[in-house]
């Protein structure tokens, strides 16, 4: 019997695809540093970052003393940019998203969310008109580890209260979530409605998992 849902946050409930990208390429164009340079000092940091070592501030500084273009202007116009693009996603959700939460609510339903995340969007998802729905809240950034890692799902189960398979995990499949939740004994569903061909978007169908075409869809798995 399902008690709990619980979902991936980016790509899932919110995109970055439906509004000004804001990563790696645009940062180093607001930089003034070429791109190849900036991503080769940007991209190592990814996973400190994602396991709260580093925060976007301190990767930045770093990046742009290196290159000898720090400036107290510059560093802030970036980080505001940076966090701007990331509400900025939080505008443009699937119209069944926020109906979808609030009768996963009435029916009884706990909701958690396991993220991998960086400082500024922890920041964001704690602020966002998302956060009251949920039960459980276990960010990489906060929790020191990160998808596809089986003990940040136990952490989120172990805070509701449930097991395994009173589950339904939700994502769009990237960072092999899918394949622990599957893995742990939970129905791991394909979160689709996000996903579009074509673009730089990290994941892709998985058609090993049962893919849902749009969030209202997540209703009939809790009802089975």
Known sequence: MTRAVIFDMFETLITHYQ???????QMAIDAGIPEDRFKALWHPTEYDRTIG???LEKSLEIILR??????????????DNRIAAKKECFKHLHTEIIPMLSTLKKRGFLIGLISNCFSEEAEVIRSSELFPYFDA????YEQGIQKPE???????????SVKAEECIYVGDGGSEELETARKLGM????????????????SKRKHDFFQLEKPSEVLNFVDM
């Open 19 to 25: 509004s000004p990208l804001y990563f790696g390429t």
């Open 53 to 55: 070592k580093l925060t």
């Open 66 to 79: 290196e290159n000898n273009c720090y400036s107290e202007t510059l560093f802030k116009t970036i980080v």
């Open 137 to 140: 809240i276990y960010l990489s």
């Open 150 to 160: 089986v003990e940040i799902f136990q952490r989120c189960m172990d805070d509701l």
């Open 187 to 202: 129905v791991a569903l394909q979160a689709a409605w996000y996903l579009q061909e074509g673009t730089t978007q990290p």
